[in-house]
């Protein structure tokens, strides 16, 4: 393990670098529905949403390598509540999503042209994110503090 | 380095470092995580803009977003400060520190220029992105990531 030990933080860097494109780019489309930069146009401001995809993926594997190395520490016995709240909180940013598209938000934002206001459910849905995700990061600063099996 | 010394031993200090209390230095950990998605997220979505993602995006109205970085960064210079004093000479003491340092000076420096050189344009949107731009867009995510990577690495090198 030795001759690897930089593997762990390369992880932990991907896993920051990750949280940093998804929560940028989520976060600078939910700023926009709910009002900043009005000039950007709705449909083409969602072309910078594979980057959000991308960096989840980056840290959905390097999160599954953390527990793979460390399984103790987050499902135990006991389970982490940090960890289980990070889960629970990544589970109810999905449901959003799935919300957002099959409520026909998405489509009513797809024609939210320069200037013009996203629709009220539209703006509920995107202070439920920004939420959400600020929620993610501080379950998993939590995990070494709170409900702490570290 | 004595005064590195009494800037760890004051009150505030110990109380960080030992309180158990996930008030203390769990929260300013928390801060800091949350500082950098919104300095380091925006400046992502600015340069893949200006590298040629989502080239139908007028480039102008982006100029908003300095703001949110802007409040990452100052969220970081001081949540940063805490989490430093807290720990001066080992932090000190850590080549990694200046190599963090110095890629978020340089990625700050290069938002700078983007912002005076590339969004100060009144032709912005008249034109293609210049390559001047586009590699400013490189050294920013260079910049950003070298110093989120050297701040990981910091706490498993170097003592710090």
Known sequence: ?150 | MGWLQSLEGNSFSIWLKESPSIWGYATILFIHTVGLSFAVGPSVAIDLRLLGVGRRLPMGPFDAFFKVIWIGFWVNAASGTVLFVTDATSKLANPLFFVKMTFVFLAVGVMIVIRRRVFRDPDLDGQPVAAFSKWLAVASIVCWFGAITAGRFMSYVGGG
């Not at chain 1, 109810?92 to 489509?107: D, E, Q, T």
């Not at chain 1, 934002?109 to 994110?129: F, I, N, T």
Request: aromatic fraction near 14%.
């Open chain 1, 1 to 150: 393990m030795d001759d690897i030990w930089w593997f762990l933080p390369l992880c932990e860097s991907l896993h920051f670098i990750g949280m940093a494109m998804l929560v940028g780019v989520v976060g600078v489309l939910d700023l926009r529905i709910l009002g900043m930069a009005k000039r950007l146009p709705l449909e083409p401001l969602q072309r910078l949403m594979p980057w959000a995809v991308l960096g989840f993926v980056i840290n959905l594997g390097t999160g599954f390598v953390f527990i793979a190395a460390n399984p103790r520490q987050y499902i135990g016995p006991p389970l982490s509540l940090s960890f289980a709240a990070k889960m629970l909180f990544i589970v109810f940013a999905g449901l959003n999503v799935i919300l957002f598209y099959m409520s026909g938000l998405k489509r009513m934002v797809d024609r939210v042209e320069a200037g013009h206001d996203a629709p009220l459910g539209a703006k509920v849905s995107a202070a439920v994110s920004l939420f959400l995700w600020v929620g993610v990061m501080y379950w998993g600063r939590m995990l070494q503090f709170f409900g702490k099996s570290f």
